[in-house]
């Protein structure tokens, strides 16, 4: 935020080509922003060449050049690029959400929307970039710091493990259709944030370095685990937790390494309370774990690996939905098999057979 908006109210610029709904923001939003308005992209360069604004709320379908276009606009031009953009729309499409945050919108607005959430949502919008500003301005906490850290760690996972081909990129794109959809879902809108789905996403290729420390001849054993060797192989996610716990020892304020360990601990936890290592149940299993859990099963299931022969995808989908409420989170099941569709196309994209 600019030191105007902490001092007085924050700037919010709202560009809608419907003179209705821009009236309605003025309406809803100026006890609490400063709101300026713009109906095309004209008005719109005109009223950030005059002031600033903390967050814009920008219309999806305009007629000319549309939102996403306005929207690369902003995120290409430099003195431009560091507001945060909320799409606002009437359509269902979610395409449009998921390409949104592809180009770096920081939030998504369905119309017709709640007045009190659209304010939450805004107010949650501006506390993000403060933090980020604050965060940006102490070099430890720099976040190129903490992804370069993850990219190394990753990079040495996939090299012990490297009979998974393309895994980890599957996992992450899974992950990444998943968490969207369920952005958008009534039980966990109000719990993924753009920050969240960033935060998951990148973090998923972490989910097995653990493994580093499992000996070869369990790790690449062709033949079934015995109940021995599958007791060393179950502290992947314990010994993995304990790297990251040493990392944090080092960098405490890397916010990023608390969902790391969540996901390198948790991610075998069962929805029942049947998993290891500490056998939580339901939601006390963290969010990021559960959906890690989902895509590294899924990919497990439908890949050839050195002790087993790849299932059909369809059978995968079926097994998922068996498992729903005793193994896996039935709302993430639900969501996971709703964007079926982009999962396969994931597959087969990324097939390493
Ligand atoms: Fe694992």
Known sequence: MTERAILN????????????????????????????????????????????????????????????????????TPRFKAIPVMMVSGDQDPEHLKESFRR??????HKPYDPEELDLRIRRTLNVI???????KTPSQDLSAQQLMIQSLADL??????????????????????????AK??????????VFVETVTGLAKLHDIGK????????HKPERLTPKEFEVMKTHTTKGAETIERLQESFPTFRYLDTA????????ERWDGKGYPE?????????SARIIAIADVFDAITMKRVYKHAQPIIEAFVLLNDESGSHFDPDLVSIFLSVSKAITEIHNRYNDQ
Do not use: W
């Open 279 to 287: 056998g939580l149940a339901g939601e006390n299993i963290p969010l």
């Open 130 to 136: 403060n933090q980020a500003t604050v965060k940006a």
């Open 104 to 109: 770096g919108a920081s939030d998504f607005i």
């Open 185 to 194: 879902s009534e039980k966990f809108k109000d719990k993924i944030d753009m």
């Open 157 to 182: 996972a996939s090299t012990r493990d490297n009979e998974t081909g393309q895994h980890l990129v599957r996992i992450e794109k899974y992950v990444e259709a998943l968490v969207i959809e369920a």
């Open 261 to 268: 360990k969540d996901i390198i601990l948790y991610h075998h």
């Open 212 to 219: 580093v420390s499992i000996p070869d001849h369990i790790l």
């Open 9 to 76: 109210k924050p700037r919010v610029l709202c560009i809608d080509d419907s003179k209705s709904q821009l009236t309605l923001f003025q309406f809803e939003l100026s006890d609490s922003y400063e709101v300026a308005v713009a109906s095309n992209y004209e008005e719109s360069l005109a009223c950030l060449s005059a002031e600033m604004p903390d967050v814009i709320l920008l219309d999806m379908n305009m007629p000319g050049i549309d939102g996403l276009e306005f929207l690369d606009i902003l995120r290409y």
